[in-house]
């Protein structure tokens, strides 16, 4: 626009323009597009950092659960009086039971504690009486030793004189992520790929003395 003004009797003009500023079609999209790898990029960070947290968590709660069986059954046998009755894994047994020091440890291969069930998992309890009529009975004060969701996969305690050996494999996750879909045998491994990160595999093997009093 054009601007006169008269001072002193001497006209001055001015012209001034107007200069409007924005963003092109074309930056928009650019701008857009570069927001939009940015997204992906954190989206897929987050979610790979959150699989290793979770994979990280069961595979520590799945090595516990293995690692207090363990320290259960060497503590009943270090601590207990008279000979243990040992169990042997054999293809097709899934039902399986052992007492050592005062106490029968009952399990079923293959079968996932639910969490609420008694009698499923792994537990412990006192005997009443000899091992097997131990094992068939409810008796209280009962432990049961899987967290929920949890698996015996293979159990082999065997040995005499003293000296045994306890082999046991724990899985957490449901029977579609494990490599046996029947949630059996010491090879079992979590199977790759879409939600691997839910299971976990943890296998002990430990000698244990027991003491002669």
């Given at each position: 626009?054009?601007?006169?003004n008269?001072?002193?009797?001497i006209?001055?003009t ?29 989206t ?7 699989r290793?947290?979770y ?38 047994v899934?039902?399986g ?12 291969l293959?079968?996932q ?20 009529h ?19 996969t ?10 045994y050996?306890?082999?046991?494999k ?6 579609d992520?494990l ?21 976990a ?13």
């Amino acid at each position: 626009y054009k601007v006169i003004n008269k001072l002193g009797g001497i006209y001055m003009t001015l012209n001034s323009k107007v200069k409007q500023s924005g963003f092109t079609i074309v930056e928009l999209m650019i701008a857009t597009m570069v927001f939009s790898v940015i997204l992906v990029v954190i989206t897929m960070g987050v979610l790979y950092f959150s699989r290793s947290y979770y994979k990280g968590v069961y595979a520590s709660m799945t090595q516990n659960a293995a690692r207090d069986i363990s320290d259960a059954v060497g503590q009943a046998v270090q601590f207990g009086t008279g000979e243990p009755t040992t169990y042997a894994y054999h293809s097709g047994v899934v039902d399986g039971y052992f007492c050592a020091g005062g106490y029968v440890f009952v399990f079923k291969l293959g079968q996932q504690y639910d969490g609420t069930s008694g009698t499923t998992g792994m537990y412990m309890q006192p005997m009443d009486g000899d091992c097997t009529h131990s094992a068939s009975v409810v008796t209280l004060p009962q432990r049961q030793l899987l967290g929920n969701r949890m698996r015996i996969t293979y159990l082999n305690f065997d040995g005499a004189n003293g000296l045994y050996t306890l082999d046991i494999k724990v899985a957490y996750g449901d029977a579609d992520l494990l490599s046996d879909n029947m949630g059996l045998g010491a090879d079992l491994q979590c199977k790759l790929g879409a939600g691997s990160e839910y299971c976990a595999v943890a296998q002990y093997t430990t000698s244990i003395r027991q003491r002669k009093t």
